[in-house]
């Protein structure tokens, strides 16, 4: 079995770009345009590009018809689930969205957490292969900021 499909991936684009009202004010910090793509095609292509078929995304209730309707448009083939934060969750940040009812109750297993607004190259295969062969609880991947 391919390690891919032994991790389900949960992709968090909640969040509001507070640091960056000026770009984020007309539309979600995930839709933000980077190249020809929206900032959240990145991650999800590099899910796609690992061998993921589908990713649970979640994102903020009141974006939720927005984001689905960009992605739809997009060109990926990884289906996309999204699951909406609730205004209630909204104040503990994206991260909490992990412990939301409405998401627990699909995760079944393994989870690979990406953040929805990292453009990068990371070897996910590997991340995966490394977690397994250490029988790990959890591992993070740290990444030095270019210039640092």
């Not at 910090?29 to 590009?49: A, E, N």
């Not at 309707?69 to 969750?89: H, K």
Request: aromatic letters at 4%; a negative charge; glycine letters at 10%.
């Amino acid at each position: 079995m391919p390690i891919n499909a032994e991790f389900q991936a949960v992709v968090l684009a909640g969040g509001r770009g507070s640091r960056m009202l000026e770009l984020t004010a007309a539309q979600p910090k995930s839709l933000l345009p980077v190249g020809p793509h929206p900032l959240l095609w990145y991650p999800l292509l590099q899910l796609q590009d690992a061998g993921f078929a589908e990713a649970l995304v979640v994102v903020q209730a009141q974006q939720l018809e927005k984001i689905q309707g960009a992605m739809e448009r997009q060109p990926l083939t990884i289906r996309l689930q999204f699951v909406a934060m609730p205004e209630s969750c909204e104040d503990l940040g994206t991260a909490d969205s992990l412990r939301m009812p409405e998401l627990q109750e699909r995760l079944k297993g393994d989870v690979l957490v990406m953040s929805g607004d990292v453009v990068g190259d990371v070897d996910l295969g590997g991340v995966m292969r490394t977690f397994r062969k250490h029988d790990a609880s959890v591992a993070a991947l740290m990444l030095q900021p270019l210039g640092g």
